[in-house]
């Protein structure tokens, strides 16, 4: 694949960033509609996504740095390098913090919770399929080794794959984060047709909640996260990794969701948290 999109003179542009750039730009776009639909002002949509994408990208870091410190003293270039780290633990981290920062956001500027999620389900769903398709492009987060002759499998030849995200070379790998960018937008597609049919009930964040904690699970299936450092706790109870885990939790979040809303449409109303 290409983890190098184009180079001008010494400066590299990467995939990755491209198109997780592009991904948070679509849901900033996205979300301007979604946001009319629940009758929320656009520029809450825009400020939640912004203060969320800050601060995962914060937590993230500030993590790696903390775990990498004494190596960062002796090489401080390498800080410039943990902007390209791929991790699950980082992304539970970032997930969190980003979600935390969102939800203080919405209280601060009291809006709603159940409409400001309504409108960033389908919206954020789009940003990580683009985000996934970045991955795809980069190597990183990989599959497993893909049996010999399988449809669909990737295989990656560019060094710049290996020295960024570890990628194996010459080995047909499975293409999960383009099954995970296609789950995502489908879920980003089914979430923006239910709010557009049923408005700020809570159940368009339901199904995106559902529907991600479903890609999520499935796909860590087909990821190969085994021997990719210390700092990856590996496999939890019932041979579930951390994301599995997390996975379900959303699962679980989402079905409550949904399960208010039709609560509250047999008795008439639902409050707004």
Known sequence: MHPLLMQIGS??????????????????TLSHWSCGWVGIDPRHGWNAIVLGVFAAMSAERGLLIALNLSNLRVHPRWLLALALVHHPLLTGVGTGAGLAAVWVYGRWAKVGMRRLADALAAPVAAGMALEQIGCLLAGSDYGREAMSGRWGAVTYTSELAARWSGTPLGIPLVPVQGYAALGAGLVAVLSGIWLRRRGDTGEAAGVGLLGMGVVVFLTECLRDWEGRGVIYAGK???????PQVAALLMVVGGALLMARWSDGEAGGSVGDA
């Open 11 to 28: 400066l590299a542009i990467p995939s990755y960033g491209v198109l997780a750039a592009a991904g948070v730009l679509a849901a900033l």
């Open 236 to 242: 939890l109870g019932a041979g579930m990794d951390a």
